[in-house]
């Protein structure tokens, strides 16, 4: 069965002064955080999903690699955000190729794992 939860967008993601890449922020989403009655520690202490976190993170501006160091953050997310960098690729072509990149890593732990637990020669192994 096929999943078709939607799923937030990447923000775009920029160059910016400083030679980093950050996520554009949204300057509405910017001006609640910085002159609402939440900061960040607040909204950590609140309960709300993992993906509403990465985008939020997104819609402030996060630098690329200070987003790569939040516990929310999924390995999917990241390194679609990282493969658009460049912008030679979109976001849909940059979730794919993280899926594929996730799947290859699971395929090459299993290589290992499989020979090792029904006690098999790993040339043995249909592929």
Same mark, same amino acid.
């Given at each position: 069965?096929? +999943? ?13 002064? !400083? ?15 910085? !002159?609402?009655?939440? +900061? ?49 690729? !979109?976001?849909? $072509? ?6 594929? $990149? ?20 790993? +040339?043995?192994?249909?592929?």
């Amino acid at each position: 069965m096929m +999943d078709n939860k939607l799923r937030h967008p990447i923000q775009p993601i920029y160059r910016d002064k !400083n030679d980093h890449f950050r996520f554009k922020e949204n300057a509405i989403v910017r001006f609640l955080l910085d !002159n609402g009655n939440n +900061d960040m520690n607040s909204l950590a202490r609140m309960n709300f999903s993992n993906e509403d976190r990465e985008q939020f993170a997104q819609l402030i501006g996060y630098s690329l690699s200070g987003f790569s160091e939040l516990s929310y953050v999924s390995d999917e997310i990241y390194n679609a955000a990282e493969l658009m960098c460049n912008g030679e690729i !979109n976001e849909k $072509d940059a979730r794919i190729a993280s899926l594929e $990149d996730i799947l290859n890593n699971v395929r090459k732990g299993l290589k290992i794992a499989v020979p090792a637990v029904f006690k098999i020669h790993p +040339d043995d192994l249909e592929y």
